[in-house]
């Protein structure tokens, strides 16, 4: 594992790791709420007339600004983009199924890894691009004295979104205007992986989906573990590797 971080800091010209930051992302990191994002999406947008999604297609387009992943949609089944009307009453189905389907756990380890990261005083930055108040609202009661407002990058605060860098730049900035070089991020995306390491930063996915390793990995992923138990089992070993003085 310890060439992985050797090779990230070799490509990007930096001499060693001066972690201050750790950059999570949330549906699929912290809660297990991407199949209900995805079976929500599916319904509302088969509501509205689009008949050749399938709830599989969501996982790719995960952290893709709203309006976007129903432009994409509309684009494949009707050539045109979706109105603002539209887009309006699409987002707010979707809402409403989600709120009806998610079961807001836990993935399993997270909360762990969050206190593991505070405890070693590091500051976890919160990047989704989530609009869902039912999971945004409740982050304090989940997570206590973890994330705050000024650590929290969200749709509210994005112009762009993922899979542009713009999110994790932004993390950058809320976790103490820092370098690339000072953060690690935790995705399960694709379109978040991209995010990350377009923003120059150690991207390590961890794939709680359906999707192969292949498309976190062709997406920039730096490392990919299969579950955040195996994470969290490595991550005093990512510490002690990003803490090494110099790229020997």
Not at 115 to 144: A, C, E, M
Request: aromatic share 10%; with cysteine; charged share 25%.
């Amino acid at each position: 594992m310890e060439h992985l971080f050797k090779n990230y800091l070799q490509k990007n010209n930096y001499i060693q790791f001066d972690l201050k930051a750790v950059l999570f992302d949330m549906d699929g990191i912290l809660y297990d709420s991407m199949p209900a994002h995805a079976r929500s999406w599916q319904e509302a947008m088969e509501e509205f007339g689009l008949k050749k999604t399938r709830p599989e297609d969501f996982y790719l387009h995960e952290g893709r600004p709203a309006d976007f992943t129903i432009n994409i949609f509309f684009k494949k089944e009707f050539h045109r983009d979706a109105t603002e009307d539209e887009i309006k009453k699409i987002y707010a189905k979707k809402s409403e199924l989600f709120a009806k389907y998610n079961t807001e756990g836990f993935i399993k380890g997270a909360k762990e890894l969050l206190y593991l990261v505070k405890s070693h005083g590091l500051i976890p930055v919160l990047v989704t691009g989530s609009k869902q108040p039912t999971l945004l609202d409740r982050l304090d009661d989940n997570f206590p004295n973890i994330f705050t407002p000024e650590t929290m990058i969200t749709a509210f605060d994005t112009k762009i979104g993922k899979p542009h860098p713009e999110p994790f730049l932004m993390g950058l900035k809320k976790g103490g205007n820092l370098k690339p070089n000072q953060a690690l991020v935790i995705e399960n995306a694709p379109l978040g992986t991209e995010s990350a390491t377009k923003a120059g930063i150690f991207t390590i996915c961890v794939n709680t989906g359906p999707l192969d390793n292949k498309i976190l990995i062709d997406a920039g992923a730096n490392i990919v573990f299969q579950s955040m138990p195996e994470l969290l089992d490595k991550f005093p070993e990512i510490l002690k590797i990003t803490s090494s003085n110099k790229n020997n």
